[in-house]
């Protein structure tokens, strides 16, 4: 019996740790059996010490626990206020809204200020994000350029962003998605995690049941959440909405699955088009935030040459030379 089961049981039954003999376990009336993996986890404590230095820090340091700042999407920084650690965001929009490239330029702003990512996608090929991500990291019409040019400003991509890629064949068990989301934050320090979409990471095309496929998202979700609470990491949710009218805006409640996922989210953000106006409009909005509770839209203008909602105006001399990125 180890340390803590003595500890526990001790507490229960009213005795002092060295009161406890050895081989006692057996001899306790089979209701105490509850106790024997449980110790103490809640305390009563004054408005002093490490609560009041959180608390203060709460107060002071306002702008650091905000988070870091988007600078291409600088509105969203009035909504959700900062991207932070330890949360679960959760992007979701109807069939060829833009979910997608929208989550693609989301991170790259964070990336290009340094958070390390990681890029987990389970329904589009990873050439064609990558291809995404370089279009918007250039802002130009890549096709239109030279290979040489190309070349540059995949180099420049690849030396500064601190971008990693989850290569997957086939479709992945739960047990290898976490241990690869857990061995990317151990071994290369990862912030921010990218996973598009649930859908398609839990298979919800097969033959289970409607009940089935539900109950084991929920489960999904929770491990997804724990994992962004555990790591430290901000976990970004790519979901599906259920299937709605083509007039009808998207709410909460139009997430497809069970309710966890709108429980678990820190943040939830929902690409919208409004397709009965002479010229369709398409936003962002935010319907949760717990943070501060700011929610709120965000207008999106899609640059399609560019791949873009915010069109890049990076210094051409920023690149490497191009010999240089051939080698």
């Not at 009965?276 to 640059?303: E, I, S, W």
Request: aromatic share 8%; with cysteine.
């Amino acid at each position: 019996m180890s340390s803590p089961e003595i500890k526990a049981i001790s507490v229960v039954a009213g005795l002092t740790r060295s009161a406890l003999p050895r081989g006692a376990l057996a001899c306790l009336p089979s209701i105490m059996a509850l106790y024997q993996f449980r110790v103490a986890v809640m305390k009563i404590i004054r408005f002093d010490g490490d609560l009041l230095a959180k608390t203060l820090n709460e107060i002071l340091n306002v702008v650091e626990i905000q988070g870091i700042q988007w600078q291409r999407f600088k509105e969203l920084n009035k909504l959700l206020r900062g991207f932070r650690s330890h949360e679960m965001t959760v992007l979701s929009g109807k069939t060829g809204v833009g979910k997608t490239t929208f989550a693609c330029e989301y991170s790259l702003d964070l990336a290009e200020q340094g958070v390390r990512t990681l890029w987990g996608s389970f329904e589009m090929p990873l050439p064609r994000i990558c291809r995404t991500l370089l279009h918007q990291f250039a802002g130009e019409q890549l096709y239109l350029q030279t290979p040489m040019r190309v070349a540059a400003w995949a180099s420049a991509f690849q030396h500064e962003i601190p971008m990693f890629f989850l290569n997957t064949h086939g479709r992945p068990s739960e047990k290898e998605v976490f241990l690869a989301l857990e061995e990317s934050v151990k071994r290369d320090a990862v912030e921010h995690v990218i996973l598009d979409n649930l859908q398609f990471m839990m298979g919800c095309t097969g033959s289970q049941g409607i009940e089935d496929k539900f109950q084991r998202q929920d489960r999904f979700v929770e491990r997804l959440r724990a994992f962004a609470t555990d790591t430290g990491a901000h976990l970004t949710l790519v979901v599906h909405p259920r299937k709605v009218d083509s007039d009808q805006l998207l709410t909460i409640s139009s997430l497809y699955g069970g309710g966890k996922i709108g429980q678990e989210a820190d943040n939830i953000l929902l690409v919208q088009e409004e397709v009965d106006t002479a010229v369709p409009k398409k936003y962002l909005q935010v319907v949760k935030n717990r943070y501060d509770g700011t929610v709120g839209k965000m207008d999106l203008h899609f640059n399609r040459s560019r791949m873009s909602f915010k069109p890049s105006s990076r210094s051409l001399e920023a690149l490497p030379a191009a010999s240089e990125a051939i080698d």
